[in-house]
């Protein structure tokens, strides 16, 4: 494993609740990302951050905020969450020579 | 629109065949990985190969790239019921100057029957 602990690893939430997930790493990467899973479309980026308080968005991110305060945790968070964010989450890293580490995932329910 | 297409979706073998997953992407990329997935798990880096190699060995592995097609190739020989699992290809695309991301392909999901 690469030192990356994503919590929680799973949650139901009732439609308009804000869900904050979070990622921690013990790697001192620089660069971290948030992907979501679903069947059809492999992984998709939802945001990326390069540095503290350094973020953007991916392929995804209607509907979704980050923020990084320090380099060890990137918090994603589901402003008010719909049936259509229903997912898994993956945290990743990028490390030596571009290779990602992902985390273990998050199951997330939107009921 | 996705850079990585994995190719066949979704592939059934005996145990002791060979495997072969194919990835075509579409602009210029540095890198191209591939990536397993265990059912319930996250994704494990099996191999990078650069934009200036041809093959690639590791272990039971081995990864073709042919820039002038924009494809690779991941080939699994000897397999085991431990190698069913999903298959992604990632290539790298740089975004502004402040890093690189990474687009996966759906995935190709490969059987090893016993």
């Known amino acids: 494993d690469a030192g990356i602990t994503q919590s929680p690893r799973h949650k139901v939430t009732e439609t308009g609740t804000p869900v904050t997930l979070r990622c921690h790493q013990t790697e001192n990467h620089r660069y971290m990302y948030w992907y979501r899973q679903d069947p059809g479309h492999g992984l998709r980026l939802i945001h990326y951050s390069y540095g503290v308080k350094d973020t953007d968005k991916g392929e995804v991110s209607d509907g979704y905020s980050v923020s990084r305060s320090k380099t060890e945790d990137f918090l994603l968070t589901l402003e008010s969450a719909t049936s259509s964010q229903t997912s898994v989450y993956f945290c990743?890293?990028?490390?030596?020579?571009?290779?990602?580490?992902f985390g273990e995932g998050s199951w997330l329910t939107v009921v | 629109s996705q850079q990585g297409e994995e190719d066949p979706q979704a592939l059934s073998i005996q145990e002791g065949e060979n495997a072969t997953m194919n990835c075509s992407y579409k602009?210029?990329?540095?890198?191209l990985q591939w990536y397993r997935q265990n059912s319930g798990r996250g994704l494990v880096h099996l191999i990078l190969i650069r934009s200036n190699e041809r093959e690639k060995h590791s272990g039971r592995l081995r990864v073709t790239l042919d820039t002038s097609k924009k494809s690779s190739s991941l080939l699994i020989t000897a397999s085991r019921a431990a190698d069913t699992a999903s298959y992604f290809c990632?290539?790298?695309?740089?975004?502004?100057?402040?890093?690189?991301?990474?687009?996966f392909g759906p995935g190709t999901r490969l059987s090893v029957l016993p």
């Open positions: 990632a290539t790298d695309a740089f975004v502004d100057n402040y890093g690189q991301n990474f687009v």
């Open positions: 602009t210029s990329i540095n890198n």
């Open positions: 990743a890293i990028s490390g030596r020579e571009n290779t990602i580490y």
